[in-house]
């Protein structure tokens, strides 16, 4: 089922969750609703699934307008991030409520209902443990058994509310792979909301970053993460260093020093890079020069915590373990891929990346997908 | 050595890390004794000196069976009905949020804090058939004060307290997500409430109902004033014990008392077993 969100706004008395969101999702793709708490997501997912009205805008399901339908007409599978089961039921009575609840001439016979409990129960390998309770069962077990409830009804949209928030690392890790299976098998148009980037990067065909009640960047992870769009972007997507230059001269300037990377803009800008992004340079040539602050272990490199400039930024590059200038006081470097987002003038606020490899947009119908020209670094 | 004594000797289970188990358990124990288990092991002792056979004559009386009737079926018919309405009251309480809230909150306590008595006259006065409700039932054919009608009138009155005060915070504590997850699995509204909440609020309101009808058995005060205490009709078991009393036939009071303690004990443990196991099955 195709899923349309129209021109959506909603406010909770003066202060606006949602401010003016459109997007639109194909069917079977599997959608990350990424972004900061705050940001509005969890509301776009409850107005999906009817759990909130829009105070402006439309929903559609197909070429069905959603937006007038009860929360129970939707037929959405949702599933919340502390797993919401009935506690005074079995697994097997959880995962059949959404069938025994229906009106006598559409539900189907108690044979068919329990076999297709099983059948889902089976799917979420949770087979042996249907005649548990809810309390009786582990963090990942509970939210496998809230999923098999939802895929019951047979749903239009699986809508996940940040599922794996409530488990640690270990479990979450495992679940994501076996989300990724369910999906490939069953092909439910799902859309899920996180504030884990790295969930959302691994598991989404495409991700939907949202900040302030905005949609601020729609894309497959590797354009959000390779290209950003804004920033928040930048700074929200893994890890990033970022600093304020000018570009004069086709030449990117800090601090009055030259960086050695070319641009052919104009005026001021912020680079951003991510720390495992740069190369050593030699002393003398054109580069960043730093001082070292720190120097920390993460687990395949050494991270360094830098000082840059008289203005002493702050930034971090990744070296690798045995590289000899972690022993120094000073280092040079240089970013291999960056980003320069100008600041002031609206006009050109298009960024500039350099040095990414160049992803095409998959596909226009899926949202506006920005275009990026090949770079030449 | 302290294996086999161990394995030898029943123990308590595990009290865990925290010291005072020794202490607290002990003072529980006086306490208990002192305050209950002495009096009633008195009233028991003094029935004892009666002898089996005065014993069953004395109990098996028709007053004393009718009276003991009348007692026990009405505060269980109280209770149910307080299950019932206590409930509506709670949810209204808890769900909605309207002027006067904190007010009606309060006014559920009055039936704690009002003397037993005045609540028993308020009652009579307004049911009598000259009364203001009285006068209406009465143009409808109705009696309540003076029958049994009243007498649940007036246990409904003292023990609605109880099913809200323990229905109350149960009912806040119910997540609303689930009524989401229900609602969004296809669920209408009515379906929610008897399919997802009320079993999770069963314990609560089996809780409610075992003091609420504990109170309306031993209730006295506000009965008497509005039942009509016709022996065979409408005499409470309570009132009863203080007829004999008064004739000083001790060794009746005690029988009918032994009687009341022992159908309340049975009756109380029986919704205790009700309630731990479905706490056991809901989980609490």
């Known amino acids: 089922m195709d899923l349309g969100i129209q021109n959506v706004s909603k406010a909770f008395g003066a202060t606006a969750a949602l401010r003016d969101v459109s997007l639109s999702i194909e069917t079977g793709e599997l959608v990350a609703l990424l972004g900061p708490s705050g940001s509005g997501k969890t509301t776009l997912l409850r107005l999906i699934a009817g759990l909130e009205t829009p105070s402006a805008g439309a929903v559609f399901f197909g070429d069905e307008e959603a937006s007038r339908r009860s929360v129970q007409e939707r037929q959405v599978g949702f599933v919340f991030q502390h797993y919401a089961l009935f506690r005074h039921m079995t697994v097997l009575e959880n995962v059949a409520f959404g069938l025994t609840i229906r009106p006598r001439h559409s539900r189907p016979s108690k044979q068919e209902i329990e076999r297709r409990a099983l059948d889902l129960i089976s799917l979420v390998q949770l087979s042996g443990l249907e005649g548990r309770y809810p309390q009786q069962l582990s963090g990942g077990q509970r939210q496998r058994v809230a999923l098999a409830r939802a895929m019951a009804i047979e749903p239009k949209v699986l809508l996940l509310d940040e599922p794996f928030g409530a488990l640690d690392a270990q479990v979450r890790k495992d679940l994501r792979h076996w989300l990724l299976e369910i999906h490939e098998r069953t092909h439910y148009t799902t859309l899920f909301v996180t504030h884990d980037q790295e969930e959302a990067l691994e598991l989404a065909n495409r991700v939907v970053v949202m900040n302030e009640g905005q949609i601020v960047q729609i894309g497959t992870p590797d354009e959000v993460y390779d290209h950003p769009a804004v920033p928040f972007v930048h700074r929200f997507i893994g890890e990033s260093s970022e600093l304020p230059v000018r570009v004069e001269n086709g030449q990117i300037w800090f601090d009055d020093c030259p960086t ?104 226009a119908a899926g949202g506006t997908l920005r275009h990026y020209e090949p770079s030449v670094s | 050595m302290t294996a086999a004594v161990s394995s030898s000797r029943w123990r308590f289970r595990e009290p865990g890390v925290i010291p005072g188990f020794g202490l607290t358990f002990g003072f529980a124990v006086c306490y208990l004794s002192l305050v209950i288990l002495i009096p009633l092991s008195g009233l028991v002792w003094r029935s004892s000196t009666l002898g089996w056979q005065d014993f069953w004559s004395l109990a098996s009386d028709p007053r004393t069976l009718s009276a003991l009737k009348v007692s026990f079926g009405s505060a269980l018919l109280a209770a149910l009905i307080n299950s019932v309405f206590g409930l509506v009251v709670a949810w209204v309480l808890v769900r909605y949020r309207f002027p006067g809230r904190r007010i009606v909150d309060a006014v559920v306590d009055l039936p704690f804090a009002l003397p037993t008595a005045v609540a028993g006259i308020a009652l009579a006065t307004l049911y009598a058939p000259n009364g203001i409700i009285g006068a209406q039932l009465a143009g409808l054919g109705f009696k309540v004060a003076f029958t049994p009608a009243g007498i649940v009138v007036a246990l409904v009155f003292v023990g609605l307290p109880f099913i809200v005060r323990t229905v109350q915070p149960v009912l806040a504590d119910v997540d609303r997500e689930v009524e989401e997850a229900a609602a969004t699995l296809g669920a209408s509204r009515l379906k929610i409430v008897v399919r997802v909440l009320l079993p999770g609020l069963l314990p609560a309101i089996l809780t409610g109902f075992a003091m609420a009808l504990a109170r309306g058995i031993g209730e006295y005060g506000s009965v008497i004033f509005i039942a009509g205490n016709i022996p065979y009709f409408s005499e409470i078991a309570p009132l009863l014990i203080v007829i004999r009393l008064e004739e000083f036939n001790y060794a009746a009071a005690t029988a009918v008392g032994v009687v009341m303690l022992s159908i309340s004990f049975l009756m109380l443990l029986l919704i205790n077993l009700i309630q731990s196991w479905s706490r056991r099955r809901y989980g609490s």
Do not use: M, Y
């Open chain 1, 260 to 363: 050695g990377l070319a641009s052919d803009r104009a005026g001021s800008g912020l680079l951003f890079f991510r720390p495992h992004q740069v190369e050593i340079a030699p002393e003398g040539s054109r580069c960043l020069a730093a001082r070292v602050i720190g120097s920390r272990r993460l687990a395949g490199t050494r991270r360094l915590e830098l000082s840059v400039g008289q203005s002493n930024r702050h930034v971090e590059i990744d070296v690798p373990l045995e590289h000899p200038v972690a022993q120094k006081q000073v280092v040079f470097f240089r970013p291999k891929v960056w980003t320069l987002f100008p600041t002031g003038d609206k006009e050109q606020a298009r960024p500039e990346t350099v040095g990414a490899k160049l992803v095409f947009p998959r596909s």
